[in-house]
Every structure is written in structure tokens, then in C-alpha cells.
Nanobody
Framework: QVQLVESGGGLVQPGGSLRLSCAAS????????MGWYRQPPGKQRELVAT???????NYVDTVKGRFTISRDNAKNRVYLQMNSLKPEDTAVYYC????????????WGQGTQVTVSS
């Protein structure tokens, strides 16, 4: 049974930082592209960042230079370090796992809420 469990969300002031973590089980982690997506209130889910098994990363333009995705293959975890947070970063953040080279949607976590507000 595949499980992706996110943690680390919360309430933070503008300019602050949060580190999200996603623990994966039930998959051969090293063969999966891991990603973070987010769904702002009233909007569609959007890609934030991805990291492939080899470590190359990709970011949506709105978070470049502020967010960093990383993975620890020994711990089956993927992280999202979020700095200089803005109110528009407020969303539910979801972890995603897709087998490298696959075109299906993969697996999803249950999401963690991030609220950026003063």
C-alpha cells in the first residue's frame, strides 16, 4: 500500500519560512520523481516543484529563488524548504510520486495547509 504523508505546514508571517516534509512508503522511492503541488483557495491545483531520481529539479517561476526541493533517498523523504513566504503562497500543499518515465498521475498525499498571513 502506497502512502505519502506530508507534514510541516502551519501559519507563518509574510517573509517567514517553513519546511515541508513528505514521507513515502510502499514504493521504490529511488525510481520515482517526487513533486510538490499546491491548491490555493478557490483555485486549481498547480505544480510547485519536482525532483527526479537523479536529483535534477524544476520549479514554477513564482517560487524560483525562494523554494528548494530536495530528497533523501535513504529516508524515503522529500522536502520543500520555503523561504520569503508571501500571502499568495497560501494553499494546501500536496506531495506527489510518479514513477520516472511514466505518464500517469502517480500517487498523492493528503495535503498540508500553509497559511501566510500577518
Amino acid at each position: 500500500q502506497v502512502q505519502l504523508v506530508e507534514s510541516g505546514g502551519g501559519l507563518v508571517q509574510p517573509g517567514g519560512s517553513l519546511r515541508l516534509s513528505c514521507a513515502a512508503s510502499g514504493i521504490s522511492f529511488t525510481f520515482y520523481t517526487m513533486g510538490w503541488y499546491r491548491q490555493p483557495p478557490g483555485k486549481q491545483r498547480e505544480l510547485v516543484a519536482t525532483i527526479i531520481p537523479g536529483g535534477a529539479t524544476n520549479y514554477v517561476d513564482t517560487v524560483k529563488g525562494r523554494f528548494t526541493i530536495s530528497r533523501d533517498n535513504a529516508k524515503n523523504r522529500v522536502y520543500l524548504q520555503m523561504n520569503s513566504l508571501k500571502p499568495e503562497d497560501t494553499a494546501v500543499y500536496y506531495c506527489n510520486a510518479v514513477r520516472f518515465g511514466s505518464t500517469d498521475g502517480g500517487f498523492w498525499g493528503q495535503g498540508t495547509q500553509v497559511t501566510v498571513s500577518s
